[in-house]
């Protein structure tokens, strides 16, 4: 079964840091570019960050560059998000998801960034 | 950067009666490989979301067939032939071509009347 599982999602003061973490199991991960999606609470989804399969490639949104970091782990088929200087228009579900036409998606982790 | 717009970002349906989601592109979504990557996706209440059509009107697997999308350039259309009360959730297209960022549609909300 195709299958992502995202962690490490928690309350983070602004200005905190937190890193995302998304398993991957029953496709070839190292084959595939990876993204994450978030959405804000009541509102629609917008594409975070996106890495190629050798993590040559990275794209992020505008409103996260120089903040957030996507890496990969291919040997642990896991992918990350190192999230610094948190806003609190951060305050998200983040979802990773296959890139290719998105076509598989976790069930998302939430983060709270609130004093 | 390419903005999705869809319409109606409301639709009140009745079970057993169509409906239908207009999403529209700033512009056009035909690739220089010839393809056009607009998918849509439906997230039911408290759930992920889940890609229903891919490439304008490929349905993915277990995906009912009452769901079709067609359209191109800029102009894409969803429809549901017959809505279930199991339809009920948010509707959302995106496009794949121009990239990055990827950008989704703000979404429509379909209910049952």
């Known amino acids: 079964e195709v299958q992502l599982v995202e962690s490490g999602g928690g309350l983070v003061q602004p200005g905190g840091s937190l890193r995302l973490s998304c398993a991957a199991s029953?496709?070839?991960?190292?084959?595939?570019?990876m993204s994450w999606v978030r959405q804000a609470p009541g509102k629609g989804l917008e594409w975070v960050a996106n890495?190629?399969?050798?993590?040559?490639?990275?794209y992020y949104v505008d409103s996260v560059k120089g903040r957030f970091t996507i890496s990969r782990d291919n040997a642990k088929n896991s992918l990350y998000l190192q999230m610094n200087s948190l806003r609190a228009e951060d305050t998200a579900m983040y979802y990773c998801?296959?890139?290719?036409?998105?076509?598989?998606w976790g069930q998302g982790t939430t983060v709270t960034v609130s004093s | 950067d390419v903005v999705m717009t869809q319409s109606p970002l409301s639709l009140p349906v009745t079970l057993g009666q169509p409906a239908s989601i207009s999403c529209r592109s700033s512009?056009?979504?035909?690739?220089?490989?010839?393809?056009?990557?607009l998918n849509w996706f439906q997230q039911r209440p408290g759930q992920s979301p889940r890609r229903l059509i891919y490439?304008?009107?490929n349905r993915d697997s277990g995906v009912p067939g009452r769901f079709s999308g067609s359209g191109s350039g800029t102009d894409f259309t969803l429809k549901i032939s017959r809505v279930e009360a199991e339809d009920v959730g948010v509707y959302y297209c995106?496009?794949?071509?121009?990239?990055?960022?990827?950008?989704f549609g703000q979404g429509t909300k379909v209910e049952i009347k």
């Open positions: 490439k304008v009107s």
């Open positions: 512009q056009s979504l035909v690739s220089s490989d010839g393809n056009t990557y």
């Open positions: 029953g496709f070839t991960f190292n084959s595939s570019w």
């Open positions: 998801a296959r890139t290719k036409g998105m076509d598989v």
């Open positions: 995106m496009q794949g071509t121009h990239w990055p960022p990827w950008t």
């Open positions: 890495i190629k399969q050798d993590g040559s490639e990275k």
